[in-house]
């Protein structure tokens, strides 16, 4: 059982948009901006896409954008490529100074 | 470029101890947080601990008292070792290179290490 809660699974259309949740407490996601969203293609490892709840790291295209409303951390992905469909992790610094994972959300570009 | 590399036993049996390191080129190991992280065959992450270059470091509760993590500035490398491995244990480990004490901003490629007898 992860720590914090992501949907199991999102889908879309090839230049949709797409939001995923990552819900926790208020002693992670809502005690602090320090949330990031990662992203996995297959055999990979995880790569940041976004830190600090709404940064992103240079090289990362702007189509990919985070957001926080009290416990619940948001990922959008907007116009939706094929390269996009991987799994995305969110992750949380906690009020004890330890660091937390969501479960993992799959991403289908149908 | 920033790269890192996991080296360690790919098998290891149970009630042993995992033993990993990593090597980072690229940037100095100095005034950095380093992190190891987890992933059991098809499952999720998990957030095994993290190492200041100074030498402090947390690490996740339920791996607490299993956990020592080390640095050694000579070599720009860093260590994990988790004691009393079983089969839950079995995962693709990976080290990082952190911002600040959380966002993991460069990874290494990962290694896989299965325990077995």
């Known amino acids: 059982q992860s720590a914090l809660t992501q949907p199991a699974s999102v889908s879309g259309s090839p230049g949709q948009s797409i939001t995923m949740s990552c819900t926790g407490t208020?002693?992670?996601?809502?005690?602090?901006?320090?949330v990031s969203w990662y992203q996995q293609h297959p055999g990979k490892a995880p790569k940041l896409i976004i830190f600090d709840v709404s940064n992103r790291p240079s090289g990362v295209s702007n189509r990919f954008s985070g957001s926080k409303s009290g416990n619940t951390a948001s990922l959008t992905i907007s116009g939706l490529r094929a390269e996009d469909e991987a799994d995305y992790y969110c992750?949380?610094?906690?009020?004890?100074?330890?660091?937390?994972f969501g479960g993992g959300t799959k991403l289908a570009v149908l | 470029q920033v790269q890192l590399q996991e080296s360690g036993p790919g098998l290891v049996k149970p009630s042993e101890t995992l033993s990993l390191t990593c090597t980072v080129s690229g940037v100095s190991i100095h005034n950095n947080y380093w992190s190891w992280i987890r992933q059991p065959p098809g499952k999720g992450l998990e957030w095994i601990g993290y190492i200041y270059s100074s030498g402090s470091t947390n690490s996740n509760p339920s791996l607490k008292s299993r956990v020592t993590l080390s640095i050694e500035m000579s070599k720009n490398q860093f260590a994990l070792k988790l004691t009393s491995v079983t089969a839950a244990d079995t995962a693709v480990y990976y080290c990082a290179k952190s911002i600040g004490a959380a966002p993991l901003e460069f990874w290494g490629q990962g290694t896989l290490v299965t325990v077995s007898s």
């Open positions: 992750s949380s610094y906690t009020t004890t100074n330890t660091v937390e």
């Open positions: 208020s002693s992670d996601v809502g005690g602090n901006n320090y």
